[in-house]
């Protein structure tokens, strides 16, 4: 498999980290277009806003097969749903961005080496000692519905709605707490509220065919929407 770009950590003059990203200036030995390169520095962008900001916390960690993706690769469920949401907004910008993203990803903008190279990183992390010692959580193929936001091997789907709801609610909560011992007792209860299960208002289906409208998950509001903000 062709690797077209890399997003590497460095350590600066100060001693502070960085992060590097090379794109590959040809492909197939041939001047790579505006396009190709975009979309390269799309994929690795989102590999460093990844690391930029992904909590490392032990319990995180044991969660990487469902969360970013195992260290070599880094094409988990997170990076494949925001890469996914990325390629959409750039492809509603440009026909030319939503063409080369189609044909790439076979109408589903999640791309097959990316998922491919993931898998192949879980079944190396499985027979590894050193994870296997961190009790890691098991790959989730099939995510629940009940999920705000659902990513699998084949699509994407947001819960518009209960998402608005839910940091509406959050953002409200945050702000009537103070102190760090209240603000904790917030979130706990946050975690464990039970949101009731609806219906998935956008979902991209390898399996049906869509159109660019289908994929839109700019969260345009319609006059409900509106009216219940």
Known sequence: MKIHGSCDTVITKDGSLGLVIILEKQRNEKPASLVELVATLLHELTH?????????????????????????????????GMHYAAMVTLASWSEDFGRFFKTHSNGTYIQ??????????????????????????PYIKNPSSRLLIQIS?????????????????????????????????????????????????????????????DSDLSMQSSDEESAAD
């Open 112 to 137: 097959e080496p990316s998922l491919a190279s993931e898998k192949m990183g879980i079944e190396d992390a499985k027979r590894s000692d050193a994870l296997q010692q961190m009790y890691m959580v």
């Open 153 to 213: 091997e084949d699509y994407v789907a947001i819960d518009v709605n209960r998402l608005r709801a839910n940091v509406k609610r959050t953002a409200s909560s945050i702000r009537l707490v103070t102190g760090t011992a209240k603000l904790t007792d917030a979130r706990k209860k946050l975690n464990e509220d039970v949101f009731p299960v609806t219906d998935l208002e956008t979902i991209i289906d390898s399996s049906e065919d869509w159109t660019d409208t």
């Open 48 to 80: 460093a806003f990844l690391r930029m900001f992904v909590c490392l916390c032990p319990r995180c960690l044991r969660n990487d097969f469902n969360g970013v993706g195992v260290q070599i690769t880094g094409h988990g469920p997170i990076f494949r």
